[in-house]
């Protein structure tokens, strides 16, 4: 049976990377497994550099004064790891989320960080907007989707100072102006590769101007020195990182990856709109492209479609314990085929109910 993957993160890879990875596995370099190679060894500097370059030119940054790092500790780290490096005297964040409260509670260790806008009364179902961002902070935190309330920023503001940017899943998959954002981070897990490393794209001249001393391994300076390579960066992760990173490229892209997931998007919040036993959390226009967020209006036919979404191979759509209900996540490697599969699911529920 075909398996459609609609896991929130980890999440699906496309299966050429699968395959090409799996054999690197076994033989990477001259009978050398990737999980067994000095990451001090040519072959995977040569990995470890092209991944970097990849991030950047996918994202068009090349030649920008950006710098592409993979890191460890998720972008949970990135939440303490933003705040050290840029945080002198205040900063703003917008609360849109659970992952952007979390980063609030994480910076506010250091110093004065104000919300500039929270949703968070409306157990975040949509994105504040009209907020003002002063001249005098450091720099301005946003998290442009959020996963687990399948909200998305479908505009940035015209920010003053430095913005930062959680991307953690939705980088990649639609165009936009990376050159507005300072500093962009995202875990790997939901449109990279496995998890297990961190990307970061920094602009170089927005770093060294703290007073405070930054540990070693949480100075993006020194990293960048290093060529991510300060420590032992994990090596099977960047290295699937950097094929996924190649396949979009492959493809024609992020603006060719956009067309695919707005026909995934459509077809499903169609669904949700037309299909009088769904009703969608999200407010909608606001609604992810990534992951739409959905309930039963009848919670009497819970068990009959979930029986039928086992029956057709459809795995990981239950929504996070905060909203309930379900969660199609459908990052770049999710085919539209999948979403097919879940649509016809829930169209086939209204005729049985």
Request: aromatic letters at 10%; a neutral charge.
């Amino acid at each position: 049976m075909i398996k459609h993957n609609f896991s929130a993160g980890p999440s699906v890879l496309p299966k050429s990377v699968m395959k090409q990875a799996s054999e690197a596995v076994l033989n990477f370099d001259d009978g050398l497994s990737i999980l067994e190679i000095s990451h001090r060894s040519k072959s995977f500097v040569e990995v470890m550099d092209k991944a970097r370059s990849l991030a950047l030119e996918l994202l068009g940054l090349e030649g920008k004064g950006y710098k592409a790092l993979f890191l460890q500790g998720g972008a949970s780290t990135q939440f303490l790891m933003v705040a050290l490096n840029l945080l002198e005297k205040r900063a703003g964040y917008l609360n849109s989320g659970t992952w952007a409260d979390k980063a609030i509670k994480e910076a506010r260790i250091y110093d004065d960080i104000y919300e500039v806008a929270s949703s968070k009364s409306a157990n975040y179902n949509y994105i504040p907007k009209g907020y003002e961002i002063p001249e005098d902070y450091d720099y301005f935190h946003c998290t442009s989707n959020n996963t687990i309330f399948g909200t998305q920023m479908k505009n940035f503001p015209k920010s003053p100072v430095p913005m930062v940017c959680d991307m953690s899943s939705d980088i990649f998959t639609r165009q936009i102006d990376y050159s507005q954002f300072d500093l962009i981070y995202a875990g790997a897990q939901k449109n990279m590769g496995p998890a297990g490393t961190t990307l970061v794209v920094v602009k170089e001249d927005i770093l060294g101007k703290v007073s405070r001393k930054i540990p070693s391994m949480m100075d993006y300076k020194l990293h960048i020195s290093k060529g991510s390579m300060f420590n032992t960066p994990p090596v099977f992760a960047v290295y699937v990182s950097m094929l996924t990173m190649q396949w979009l490229k492959d493809l024609g892209g992020i603006k060719a990856i956009e067309k695919e997931n707005e026909k995934k998007s459509s077809l499903i919040y169609s669904e949700i709109d037309l299909n009088p036993l769904f009703k969608g959390f999200a407010a909608k226009e606001d609604r992810s492209n990534v992951n739409a967020t959905f309930t039963l209006e009848n919670e009497n036919l819970k068990e009959t479609f979930e029986t039928m979404l086992v029956e057709a191979g459809i795995s990981n759509v239950n929504g996070h314990r905060s909203v309930g209900g379900y969660r199609a996540s459908m990052y770049n490697a999710l085919t539209l085929d999948s979403v097919k599969a879940l649509v016809e699911v829930m169209s086939e529920l209204e005729s049985k109910a």
